[in-house]
């Protein structure tokens, strides 16, 4: 059990029987009556914000989360498959599921899915991936005073702006958190 006096930015809890994160938190001690705990929490099952009243050292369960290391094998269209490294076991999971991670999953990529009481809450994808460009304007000399971009089209169908020294057929990184080109690999 943690006190709500414990809250930090990023703790797992149980609100209501689902696990929630504390995005942001406050303790609040009026001139009146007794103190309180305003906190911004994240339902990780639905992925709704939510903001709630918690009495001063009211105690909630900690939400266990378990990590499993997967490996992607491939989509059928409606579900992406991965494979437990460990049982070999296979488990299809859903666009929604897999969020905004599913635009830079590329074959035998190995990923982390989160589960809560055997039930998938999302998966955690590594910082960077490197991906082919497959698709993209020659980039012209002279046409930019400083810097510039041009959009280019990655193996997996991910449109982003990359530096117009980038060609076809180069390997380039790419942050999956922000969407943003790092470097070429």
Do not use: W
């Amino acid at each position: 059990m943690i006190s709500t006096n414990e809250f930090r930015t990023g703790l797992t809890v149980e609100v209501d029987g689902d696990p929630c994160q504390v995005i942001e938190f406050m303790h609040v001690k009026p001139g009146k009556g007794s103190p309180f705990v305003r906190a911004k929490l994240k339902n990780l099952r639905t992925g709704a914000i939510a903001e709630r009243t918690f009495n001063a050292g009211e105690k909630l369960p900690r939400a266990i989360l378990e990590r499993k290391e997967m490996q992607y094998l491939y989509n059928d269209g409606a579900n992406y498959y991965l494979m437990d490294n460990e049982t070999y076991d296979q488990v299809g999971l859903s666009a929604g599921q897999l969020g905004d991670g599913v635009k830079y999953l590329k074959e035998n990529m190995i990923i982390n899915v989160v589960y809560h009481r055997g039930q998938v809450l999302g998966v955690d994808l590594p910082n960077t991936v490197e991906l082919t460009v497959i698709e993209t304007t020659p980039g012209i000399r002279g046409d930019t005073a400083s810097g510039g971009s041009k959009p280019a089209v990655l193996e997996t169908g991910v449109v982003l702006q990359v530096p117009l020294f980038v060609e076809e057929g180069d390997v380039i990184q790419v942050d999956t958190r922000s969407g943003a080109y790092i470097k070429r690999a």
